[in-house]
């Protein structure tokens, strides 16, 4: 294993992708895995995953994955 590196945010995505099939919309996994798959840069994806959480909290019952798609737009707007 010498070499090797572990990359937490590559295996946190797997495991949102390995409960996603099981778990309801408003999940947050499936928001991360929205924001993952955005071409944003890692800055963006961190400052996309904060917004998205907060709007997680102000509205529980809106499927995440909208919520995500929000986020990433903004997220756009913001850093063009």
């Avoid at 409960?19 to 071409?39: F, K």
């Avoid at 840069?41 to 998205?52: C, D, I, Q, R, T």
Wanted: hydrophobic share 30%; net charge neutral.
């Amino acid at each position: 294993m010498e070499g090797q590196t572990f990359d937490m945010e590559a295996y946190n995505t797997s495991l949102d992708r390995a409960n996603a099939g099981v778990m309801p919309e408003t999940w947050l996994g499936h928001g991360r895995i929205t924001v993952n798959e955005s071409d944003l840069s890692s800055k963006g994806k961190s400052f996309a995953s904060k917004l998205m959480n907060r709007m997680a909290e102000k509205h529980p019952d809106k499927p995440t994955e909208t919520l995500a798609e929000k986020a990433v737009e903004a997220t756009r707007k913001k850093l063009s």
